[in-house]
């Protein structure tokens, strides 16, 4: 039973770029959230996706955004990348409806802004 | 004040010591309470999950939520040198999908 994929593994790009990362759900699961993990600190919740739309955001800007693709995969997007995006991209997937908010975590996208 | 508080270490302990990790929390609204453990360069791995107040106990892991004090405890028996590794507390509300995350603890076990 294949876990969370995520991919690139790792990614360098340089200020004002766009970059794309990618996540496979675990086997079963219907919903993707992303969350961004800067150094020494927790993950922050970025968006969810349901139903290919956006269910949920949490505090980050429009040039983050997302999709979600009939087969429940989905694409992290960010624009005019800053330096502060520089981070440990983080996808979750889970079942909606499950009993409690249970989400399993893919390895991540380690992206560097130069 | 940030909603989860966690005192980010490091922690450093002999091996087959009990170790305690815990956080605090400001938001009352938060139900569902878990503990992630994070190794270097991996994502998290859900280790444990309680909802609402008590305790839970899987093998070598207890975990502790005082919701009165808002207050959750992580407790490890026996630490081994492979539990060497970050530990976050993570919590969400009912019917709410994002998870809320500490900064997370790190853990030295020494052999």
Redesign the interface.
């Known amino acids: 039973d294949a876990g969370?994929t995520q991919s690139p593994t790792h990614l360098i790009k340089t200020r004002g770029q766009q970059v794309t990362l990618r996540c496979s759900p675990k086997s079963g699961h219907d919903?993707v959230?992303w969350y961004q993990q800067a150094l020494?600190?927790?993950?922050?919740?970025i968006f969810?996706y349901y139903e290919e739309e956006e269910?949920?955001r949490?505090n980050f800007p429009d040039r983050f955004s997302g999709h979600q693709f009939p087969n429940y995969s989905s694409e992290l997007n960010v624009n005019a990348l800053l330096l502060g995006d520089s981070a440990l991209y983080?996808c979750?997937s889970s079942l909606a409806g499950s009993s409690?908010?249970?989400?399993?975590?893919?390895?991540?996208t380690?992206l560097t802004v130069l | 004040q940030k909603e989860?508080e966690?005192d980010?270490g490091p922690l450093s302990v002999p091996e087959g010591a009990i170790v305690s990790l815990n956080c605090t929390y400001s938001n009352s609204a938060f139900q569902?309470f878990m503990w992630?453990r994070q190794y270097s360069?991996?994502?998290?791995?859900?280790l444990m999950?309680t909802?609402s107040s008590g305790n839970k106990e899987d093998g070598r892991f207890t975990a502790q939520v005082d919701k009165s004090s808002k207050y959750i405890s992580l407790f490890i028996r026996d630490s081994q040198p492979s539990d060497s590794a970050t530990y976050?507390c993570?919590m969400?509300a009912i019917r709410?999908?994002?998870?809320?995350?500490?900064?997370?603890t790190r853990l030295h076990i020494l052999p």
């Open positions: 969370v919903t959230s020494g600190q927790g993950p922050q919740f969810q269910r949920q949490g983080l979750a409690y908010n249970e989400q399993f975590f893919g390895p991540g380690r | 989860v966690q980010p569902y992630y360069r991996k994502g998290p791995e859900l999950y909802y976050l993570a969400s709410d999908d994002k998870i809320i995350f500490g900064k997370g």
